[in-house]
């Protein structure tokens, strides 16, 4: 009996230490360390993310052997559809775009959801991992959630056919595979980051004018809304790349007569439809750049292939945000204006 007083004290101790605010704990060095490494990124992320990120990338690629353009792509990708759906995926690292719910991270059936030990985020088959060798698997940590996913894609293989399929058994979504693809395309084709200036898609100095008719009603083909902003040009004045991105679709359509859609970084559809012909060196799955000539301005459309003058010579120009599963068009006006505007000031300042 003389023994049940001093452990019963012991239990009644023990329980009231964990009962304790976590904030009345010191935190330990390794913690403090991060706490500091994550304000310091999250501080140069404000001013410039692109060098931190090509950073994580290249690192991670020398330790995972997976190319740094495919690692960029996921980031990017991950980054498009948490803007699209920012309640649903809220940002959880300072710079990077990943985005990895609790159950996914430790594990279906784990009783903490909030689990940072790669040993029972293993046992619970959780794809959390420790990216940045400190021993925690940390769902606020960039190192951390970009070696998680990467690495779980990268378990199929780390060829592009492989890498591929393993895109797919995340996603388990053919677009995201897509996307994927065309962003790390891109990012090859340039070995850069910084790959969001725009261009007007006429050239600045021509004659043309526009106004915002997004919205407005449409007959032909039955009832529906403009989806984008008619740019009214002379016949054959050359039709311009805004974005650096990929050709995925280019031919005829019944509505836009001869059309081509690009496919940029921020998951953005541009569509340039009604045209006079297309520039004979494009072609499906190319790369292009800002200003880059894709075409001319016509009045192609509103019937069978090669159907043309049913309305004056003008640009439709479109624009798709992708949001996983289907794409919503918005209005382009806003944006025409300020690439106008940023356009002109280049052209005076002769940069």
């Known amino acids: 009996m003389k023994l049940t007083i001093p452990i019963a004290a012991a239990l009644i101790a023990a329980l009231l230490l964990m009962a304790l605010p976590v904030s009345n704990a010191k935190a330990s060095p390794a913690i403090m360390s991060r706490i500091g490494k994550n304000a310091d990124r999250m501080a140069a992320a404000e001013t410039d993310p692109l060098p931190i990120r090509r950073s994580l990338y290249e690192k991670l690629s020398l330790f995972t052997d997976v190319p740094w353009y495919w690692i960029a792509a996921i980031d990017q990708y991950e980054r498009s559809m948490s803007k699209v759906k920012p309640k649903a995926r809220p940002m959880l690292g300072s710079t990077v775009g990943v985005f990895i719910d609790p159950e996914r991270w430790a594990g279906m059936l784990n009783p903490n959801s909030e689990d ?62 897509q996307r994927i693809q065309q962003f790390a395309r891109i990012y090859a084709a340039f070995g850069k980051l910084d790959l969001f200036e725009h261009a007007f898609p006429v050239p600045i100095g021509t004659h043309y004018s526009y106004n915002s008719t997004w919205g407005t009603g449409r007959s032909w083909g039955g009832r529906r809304t403009h989806e984008g902003t008619d740019i009214f040009a002379d016949h054959g004045l050359p039709v311009r790349s805004v974005c650096y991105g990929i050709v995925e679709v280019k031919g005829w359509n019944p509505y836009g007569g001869w059309r081509i859609g690009i496919r940029d970084l921020n998951n953005f559809y541009h569509y340039y439809a009604h045209l006079s012909g297309f520039d004979k060196t494009i072609s499906t799955g190319d790369i292009v750049k800002p200003g880059q000539v894709v075409g001319w301005v016509g009045s192609s459309g509103y019937g069978k292939p090669g159907t043309s003058g049913k309305f004056p010579p003008h640009l439709h120009y479109g624009v798709y945000s992708d949001r996983g599963l289907m794409e919503w068009s918005f209005d382009p006006y806003p944006m025409l204006r300020r690439w106008e505007q940023a356009e002109r000031k280049r052209i005076r300042s002769g940069k």
Do not use: C, K
Not at 129 to 141: H, K, L, M, P, V
Not at 159 to 171: N, T, V
């Open 116 to 177: 940072s030990s790669p040993a029972s985020i293993r046992f619970f088959n959780g794809i959390g991992r420790d990216g940045d060798g400190n021993g925690q698997a940390d769902r606020t940590s960039d190192d951390d959630l970009l070696y998680s996913l990467v690495s779980r894609v990268a378990a199929y293989g780390i060829s592009d056919d492989d890498f591929s399929i393993g895109l797919w058994e995340y996603y388990q979504n053919n677009r995201a595979v």
